[in-house]
């Protein structure tokens, strides 16, 4: 039975079955979901709307009328030990614990030890990917490296080096994508509670999984118009190709080997190379998937223009039969509703780019005002934080629709 009932009136245990207004009041990927965790019943409780629609067939119902919301939380509203994350691994199970995460680094002080990997990064994997294009063993020596780097990195601040992962030039998008998915993928198994051995596994299979493009010839990567029904396969190609070069590296984790032959699968059985359904594929290579899209259509291809993050995300969400469920939802949290480098429109009728967010304050970012567009007029650039009050996000915003054809985004400091 569906009924409407106050936010206050939330408990542990109810199932949502709608929240007014969408992903713009709320920061939850999911539409309809169980309310498991003190934690997502306190956001519910934070969201700037009055009342949710909940499904009693599905869930608790609301307390009967003695028990006043003034009282004190029944007992299952207490604070509950973390549940274990069991995941499922092509047959296998691994139990892995979440992690407190650490205490974050300012985003401007991260932002410029991030830069300088980044630099670093670009050798490296240039030089490894080479490497595989000349048929040579690849030494991932160096790789492994680069993989402890990012995590600590990523552990001090994930949204300062992804943002500027961001920035690539479509010359070195095949080598900066790797660096760019090698450090969402560390993000996401934080999100996703994963042990420091699995997250490394995950930032080198991230790191790893698209060297098969090196078997591609460069005039079929690089080709700015439509694919031919041959070139075509030549780049799904990538993922055995990709396969068969890591299966040559002595040492090389297992979760590598799976995300290069894996991250195009869908979970609806129409990926590739062997269409495999939702089961049959690994966490890592669900993660690989995310990653790799996202990345993908965010960035300035030869052929297109990369998207905005939080219309890439909304997309993302929208491809039903693409991602598992659980793990766009843990992205999400991860990246953000409005991830760094998304142009919103304020409630004010200001346009601005993220510049900065938090992770437990996903819909108040820390914004970069440049446009008004009640006077169709460029604003002075100023940063305002969202979490402060005075204004809030009302949807993500094209540039284009106001005339305007580059974002002060470059320059997020």
């Known amino acids: 039975m569906l009924k409407s009932i106050a936010i206050e009136q939330l408990r542990l245990g109810m199932y949502v079955h709608s929240i007014p207004g969408g992903w713009i009041n709320h920061p939850f990927w999911r539409k309809s979901f169980k309310i498991d965790t003190l934690e997502d019943l306190q956001t519910l409780r934070d969201c700037p709307v009055d009342e949710v629609t909940i499904d009693t067939a599905k869930g608790r119902d609301i307390a009967p009328e003695h028990d006043h919301d003034d009282q004190a939380p029944a007992a299952d509203d207490q604070p509950q030990p973390s549940a274990e994350i069991v995941i499922a691994h092509q047959g296998a199970s691994a139990t892995v614990a979440v992690r407190r995460p650490a205490t974050r680094t300012e985003t401007a002080v991260e932002r410029e030890r991030a830069a300088r990997i980044i630099s670093s990064s670009k050798s490296t994997v240039l030089h490894m990917f080479s490497e595989a294009r000349m048929g040579r063993t690849v030494d991932v020596k160096d790789a492994a490296e680069l993989v402890t780097e990012i995590t600590s990195s990523v552990s001090r601040n994930a949204d300062a080096l992804i943002s500027l992962a961001r920035l690539k030039t479509t010359d070195d998008y095949t080598y900066m994508h ?96 062997f269409n495999l359904k939702s089961d049959s594929i690994s966490i890592m290579a669900k993660m690989g998937a995310v990653c790799d ?121």
């Open 178 to 273: 790797s660096v760019a998915v090698c450090a969402m993928m560390i993000s996401l198994a934080n999100q996703l509670g994963m042990t420091p051995e699995q997250t490394r596994q995950a930032g080198m299979a991230g790191l790893l999984h698209d060297v098969g493009k090196m078997a591609v010839p460069l005039d079929i990567l690089n080709k700015p118009a439509k694919l031919t029904e041959e070139e075509f396969a030549s780049v799904r190609s990538h993922t055995v190709q990709g396969h068969g070069i890591l299966q040559q590296i002595e040492g090389i984790g297992e979760a590598a080997l799976d995300v290069s032959l894996h991250h195009h699968e869908k979970i609806d059985g129409t990926g590739y190379p």
């Open 293 to 413: 899209v996202y990345d993908a259509i965010t960035s300035n291809r030869p052929y297109k223009a990369g998207w905005d993050p939080a219309r890439s995300i909304r997309h993302m969400a929208a491809s039903a039969g693409h991602f598992d469920p659980i793990t766009m939802e843990a992205f999400v949290k991860a990246i953000g509703i409005y991830p760094t480098g998304s142009c919103v429109i304020l409630q004010s009728g200001r346009l601005g780019v993220v510049v900065d967010q938090r992770p437990d304050q996903l819909l108040t970012p820390r914004i970069k005002l440049f446009y008004s567009t009640t006077s169709r007029m460029p604003l002075q650039p100023e940063i305002i934080d969202l979490a402060r009050g005075g204004d809030k996000i009302v949807a993500y915003a094209d540039p284009a629709k106001w005339g305007i054809r580059s974002l002060p985004g470059i320059d997020l400091n």
